[in-house]
């Protein structure tokens, strides 16, 4: 039986698994999915950069680890280049095909982190 903080993290990445689903039907079917996809990759790298620096302050951590560093370096690296995106009147190809990387690939890691959440069992996450 899992505990109630499994659940409730494993409850958020699914919906956040489905409102990824959502932002790609819709942004395909209203032909805006650039844009769609700039937003979506925008709030999520502010929010994982909201999570893991509010831990850091909880915890009053005094070393910042290299990992930790460089993972907030690529999300602020996301949400620039999502509001690049936004911003600019004609976005170039290689604009375009970033959004979509970067999109995909969080997409992908909310699916490695559900995979990981179902197949083992935490004793505290948070």
Same mark, same amino acid.
């Given at each position: 039986?899992?505990?109630? /903080?499994?659940?409730?993290?494993?409850?958020? #990445?699914?919906?956040?698994? #489905? %409102?990824?689903?959502?932002? %790609?039907?819709?942004? +395909?079917?209203?032909?805006?999915?650039?844009?769609? *996809?700039? +937003? +979506?990759?925008? =709030?999520?790298?502010? $929010?994982?950069? &909201?999570? @893991? /620096?509010?831990?850091?302050?909880?915890?009053?951590?005094?070393? #910042?680890? =290299? @990992?930790?560093? !460089?993972?907030?370096?690529?999300?602020?690296?996301? *949400?620039? !280049?999502?509001?690049? *995106? $936004? $911003?600019?009147?004609?976005?170039?190809?290689?604009? +375009?095909? %970033?959004?979509?990387?970067?999109? &995909?690939?969080?997409?992908?890691?909310?699916?490695?982190?559900?995979?990981?959440?179902?197949?083992?069992?935490?004793?505290?996450?948070?």
């Amino acid at each position: 039986m899992r505990n109630v /903080s499994d659940r409730q993290i494993i409850r958020l #990445v699914v919906f956040f698994l #489905v %409102l990824y689903l959502c932002v %790609l039907v819709a942004g +395909i079917l209203i032909n805006q999915l650039l844009y769609a *996809t700039a +937003i +979506i990759n925008a =709030t999520a790298a502010v $929010l994982m950069i &909201g999570y @893991r /620096s509010l831990d850091y302050f909880r915890l009053r951590q005094r070393k #910042v680890e =290299t @990992r930790e560093l !460089i993972f907030l370096l690529v999300e602020c690296f996301c *949400t620039g !280049i999502a509001g690049y *995106t $936004l $911003l600019a009147a004609h976005p170039g190809a290689w604009l +375009i095909i %970033l959004q979509y990387v970067i999109f &995909g690939i969080h997409a992908l890691l909310l699916l490695l982190f559900l995979g990981f959440m179902l197949l083992f069992n935490m004793k505290k996450l948070l």
